[in-house]
């Protein structure tokens, strides 16, 4: 299995608009695969604008927001290519597209790294968060997993929430917890 880095991905449309999603970016060699899924505007801008931004950030809040529809960060301009920073970014790496290896449902954009930046220490996860990444990433599966499974991950996670979690990561889990909630209705 290769190893997949959960990072704020950010891609600029040819108009200017940036785009901020969260993606796993998955490590061959020193290049970095983004595969977004199709339809999606990650997808269309990388075709449109062949580079990117990985952001890594520790407020799990952005991965929770861009799941839940809250996308309204604050960036900056990228410093080698046309792309953006999130101002929340601990670290930064500027990828820029080699290779694309076309798939129907999935395009791997093989990535080369051309500019990174440390801008504040990372002081590592705690448990809390570590559960609201995975909550954001259960939450962008919900059709398609078994209702049972997404229950029982759901319950097994909110034991991290309940016992370590601060604001920043109560708060991201209430945004998942309200999608979430809207899934068991069928909305």
Not at 112 to 118: F, L
Request: hydrophobic content about 45%.
């Amino acid at each position: 299995m290769p190893l997949i880095i959960e990072t704020i991905v950010t891609t600029r449309a040819k108009s200017g608009e940036v785009h901020i999603a969260p993606l796993g970016l998955i490590q061959r060699d020193d290049r970095w695969i983004i595969a977004p899924f199709t339809p999606s505007t990650t997808l269309t801008n990388l075709r449109e604008n062949p580079v990117a931004v990985a952001n890594h950030v520790d407020d799990v809040r952005i991965f929770a927001g861009c799941v839940t529809g809250r996308k309204k960060w604050v960036v900056k301009r990228a410093e080698k290519i046309d792309g953006a920073v999130l101002k929340a970014a601990l670290t930064h790496w500027e990828l820029k597209v080699e290779e694309i290896e076309e798939d129907d449902v999935r395009p791997r954009f093989v990535c080369a790294t051309v500019y990174t930046e440390e801008h504040k220490p990372w002081g590592g996860f705690n448990r809390a968060q570590a559960a609201v990444l995975e909550a954001a990433v259960l939450c962008t599966r919900l059709k398609m997993l078994p209702k049972e499974k997404v229950e029982a991950e759901l319950e097994y996670l909110n034991i991290a929430i309940s016992k370590t979690a601060g604001p920043r990561e109560e708060e991201a889990w209430g945004w998942l917890m309200e999608k979430v909630e809207a899934w068991r209705k069928g909305e």
